[in-house]
Nanobody, 126 residues
């Protein structure tokens, strides 16, 4: 069993920055692929970024260099640095773990992730 806990969300003005953290339980974090997703009001959950256990990173096109995902295996923590935030980035942000990690790159599909955090709210005001 893997437990994930997101933190770092909040209210920020457009153009501002936030850094989200995802703390994971367990001793196998370094072997998991990890992903960030979000769900905006009235919309489906969407992929943001993923970091494979090897450190390889994958991003959604809309990120366009504004967000950076990273992980610290020694701390069992994954991060999402978000810069140049826009009102349309308002959503609940979730981290997820894929213990199988059996793809060449970390998956963009939420169905491939077995464990999820409870989410953290990010609100960007205009």
């Amino acid at each position: 069993q893997v437990h994930l806990l997101e933190s770092g969300g909040g209210l920020v003005q457009a153009g501002g920055s936030l850094r989200l953290s995802c703390a994971a339980s367990g001793r196998s974090f370094s072997s998991y692929d990890m992903g960030w997703f979000r769900r905006a009001p009235g919309k489906e959950r969407e992929f943001i970024a993923a970091v494979k256990w090897t450190g390889m990173r994958t991003y959604a096109d809309f990120v366009k260099g504004r967000f950076t995902a990273s992980r610290d295996n020694a701390e069992n923590t994954m991060y999402l640095q978000m810069n140049s935030l826009k009102p349309e980035d308002t959503a609940v942000y979730y981290c997820a773990a894929d213990p199988k990690a059996d793809s060449v790159v970390a998956s963009r599909r939420s169905d491939d992730y077995d464990y999820w955090g409870q989410g953290t709210q990010v609100t960007v005001s205009s």
